[in-house]
């Protein structure tokens, strides 16, 4: 088994999939993505194969179609056009082979420049509506451009992408630490009178929410790129500057009963404030809590 985790059978059909998709004008690279790339990946996981295009020059999703048909024969394989999964998720396909499961996702080059120059100039977003449990954050076009294994780069765009991401960008840091724990902070400020009128519905999502903002400033803290939620209390657990115990805090202020809602709130607040100690400065509490 190689570094991919892929049994021989898995790995030529990976092979067969790009010698076919490298055919098409439109393509100008492919990569092998998600956790096979990253590390992580379990012998059942899905192979995802990025199909990297320029914006206007459309991706002819006909052809796309009928690669999935020659290595799904059965019919059960779903293709997309570009962008009808979202502004973010973009598109692609899932294919059900003899060898596993596939994806393809479908990456505008344009776009993901874009993503990559916003995030050198401190801009950062997160779009809650694009997919579960919390949404796209633009982070992960970084992720995916900083972990993905080049299978077919002719014209060496993905190697260009990866050379600016090496490095975590300092604005971008700094813009994610402020903006995540505000929020956090802010959500905090809100829980009180919602535990106090047993609204379970709101100090639920008041919960959720932090902690959200919280994973997403750690990341920051520690300059790294999460590819998504999926494991993201797992990959901060093991950096250097989390707070003590940290996924147990998770557990534990997720674990939601209407009679403990008050020391779910305690606990949330202690990570929010070990949080604010490690970004060192970076942000300070606005908001006095209410009692």
Request: hydrophobic share 40%; charged share 20%.
């Amino acid at each position: 088994m190689n570094s991919w985790q892929l049994t021989p059978e898995k790995e030529a059909r990976l092979t067969e999939i790009v010698n076919d998709l490298r055919q098409f004008p439109f393509v100008k690279a492919l990569v092998l993505g998600g956790s096979r790339a990253a590390g992580g990946a379990a012998a059942g996981s899905d192979i995802d194969i990025g199909i990297y295009y320029i914006g206007n020059e459309p991706l002819n999703v006909p052809e796309i179609r009928a690669i999935a048909a020659k290595y799904d024969p059965d019919g059960a394989s779903t293709v997309t056009g570009p962008y009808e999964w979202g502004p973010w998720v973009n598109g692609g396909a899932w294919l059900r082979t003899s060898a596993g499961n596939v994806d393809f996702i479908y990456r505008n080059i344009s776009q993901v420049e874009k993503v990559i120059a916003e995030a050198h100039a401190g801009i950062w977003g997160n779009d809650f509506e694009q997919q579960p449990p919390y949404g796209f954050s633009s982070t992960i076009y970084l992720a995916e451009t900083r972990y993905c294994i080049p299978l077919y780069d002719p014209e060496g765009i993905v190697a260009r992408l990866k050379e600016k991401v090496t490095d975590y960008p300092p604005a971008l840091k700094r813009t994610i630490i402020r903006q995540a724990l505000w929020a956090a902070e802010f959500t905090l400020l809100q829980l009180p009178s919602f535990a106090r009128k047993h609204d379970v519905y709101s100090t639920a999502g008041c919960l959720t929410r932090s902690v959200k903002n919280i994973v997403s400033a750690l990341a920051a803290i520690n300059e790294i790129y999460l590819l998504g939620d999926k494991r993201a209390i797992t990959i901060l657990s093991q950096q250097a500057k989390v707070p003590a115990g940290f996924a147990q805090a998770v557990t534990d202020i997720l674990t939601i009963r209407p009679e403990d809602l008050d020391a779910n709130i305690t606990k949330l607040r202690s990570l929010f404030e070990s949080a604010c100690e490690l970004a060192e400065g970076a942000y300070a509490p606005m908001f006095q809590f209410n009692k």
